[in-house]
């Protein structure tokens, strides 16, 4: 059963064909959910992805060069 007064969970959502991999935001997450996927872009470049368990802190959008990482609470 939910309720209206039932919030959902941070989390965070990556745009892997703008991620180049400089994993930046998995050095500054501190639950240390960002990892890198083993997997590549249209780039090349091998991105990242994250876990669950966010706390929408928006360490890892502030520091992405790239600004491929939005928050959401």
């Known amino acids: 059963m939910s ?3 039932e919030q959902k969970m941070p989390y965070i959502k990556i745009d892997k064909e703008r ?3 400089c994993l930046l935001c998995a050095e500054v ?3 240390k959910l ?3 996927s083993g997997k590549t872009n249209k780039r090349g470049a091998i991105y990242v992805e994250a876990g669950k368990g966010c706390t929408a ?3 890892c959008a502030v520091i992405c060069p790239e600004s491929c990482i939005e928050v959401y609470k």
Do not use: L, Q, V
């Open 34 to 36: 960002i990892k890198i």
């Open 57 to 59: 802190c928006a360490m």
């Open 19 to 21: 991620c180049k991999g």
């Open 29 to 31: 997450c501190p639950k």
């Open 3 to 5: 309720s209206e007064s």
